[in-house]
């Protein structure tokens, strides 16, 4: 039997394209020489542009299509269900710890040394937040890569290859804030690679895991809570924090550019899929 004979792997080394394209991402990040002020500057932007990331993915994809799928009461329902979980549970979520900022060899002023030290430990706990948004996100992508794939080589191609172009400025988006706190380039790398790793995860669970018997209505409506959960860590965490470095002016620009980044990614997913089968 052939490779492509076999849909699920065919699926499956598609769904790898749009992870490894996250890790591409990161490698724009880490390529770059050890944080500095500059990178501060546009981890400025960055931060905002997550923040509309995260926003859009929310209330565009995951909320929206529960609300289309299981109706406006029961999607809010688990929507909101989903905010009230995790609010009460970040009580109980300690802040990441890291490790301590190396001697640089080119001495700096003390001003910029400030600078650099502020809020680390804000900017790391930013990074996680949407690396766990964007491993949500790309968790139902690997379905659909799979579903796509049912349908032809042709759609599920199409469908992967949209999917990792805007998987990069996703993997920029986890890798920066954490190589700026940390000043590892491995864990910078690391957890944006873990963060496209989600979408093969997607395609392994829709393919061998998930139980037949699991109500689509059910399924809809833990995606619509996932999309509370990171509506809620979004403008609870990373939006303070964006107004913080940015200024209230700059970041709210950056969050509309972000959520117009991936509203445009949506749309051009969504004309990418069969008529029958939607993200």
Do not use: C
């Amino acid at each position: 039997m052939g490779f492509t004979d076999s849909p699920v792997l065919v699926a499956l080394a598609l769904s790898l394209l749009g992870g490894v394209s996250t890790s591409i991402g990161a490698l724009f990040v880490v390529m770059n020489e050890t944080p500095n002020l500059k990178m501060l500057g546009l981890l400025q932007v960055t931060t905002g542009f997550a923040a509309g990331l995260m926003l859009s993915i929310s209330f565009f994809d995951l909320a929206h299509n529960a609300i289309n799928s299981i109706g406006f009461l029961k999607g809010n329902l688990w929507f909101f269900a989903g905010v009230l979980f995790f609010a009460i549970i970040a009580n109980f979520i300690p802040e990441p710890t890291i490790a301590p900022i190396k001697d640089s060899k080119k001495k700096t002023d003390d001003g910029g040394k400030d600078m650099m030290k502020k809020h680390r430990r804000q900017v790391l706990y930013s990074g996680i937040i949407t690396a766990i948004g964007i491993s949500l996100h790309n968790f139902p992508e690997g379905m659909a890569v799979f579903l796509g794939s049912m349908k032809g080589l042709r759609v599920g191609l199409n469908l992967a290859l949209a999917i990792a172009l805007h998987n990069v400025p996703e993997g920029v988006a986890v890798a920066l804030p954490v190589y700026f706190a940390t000043q590892s380039k491995w864990q910078a790398f690391k957890l944006a690679s873990l963060s496209g790793l989600a979408e093969p995860l997607g395609v392994i669970i829709v393919a061998y895991l998930f139980p037949s018997s699991v109500s689509p209505e059910i399924l809809e409506g833990l995606l619509g809570a996932v999309g509370g959960v990171m509506a809620f860590l979004t403008l609870h965490e990373m939006l303070p924090l964006a107004f913080d470095y940015a200024g209230q002016k700059q970041a709210v620009k950056a969050v509309f550019f972000g959520m117009a980044f991936m509203s445009a990614s949506l749309y051009f997913l969504e004309i990418s899929l069969p008529a029958d089968l939607s993200l």
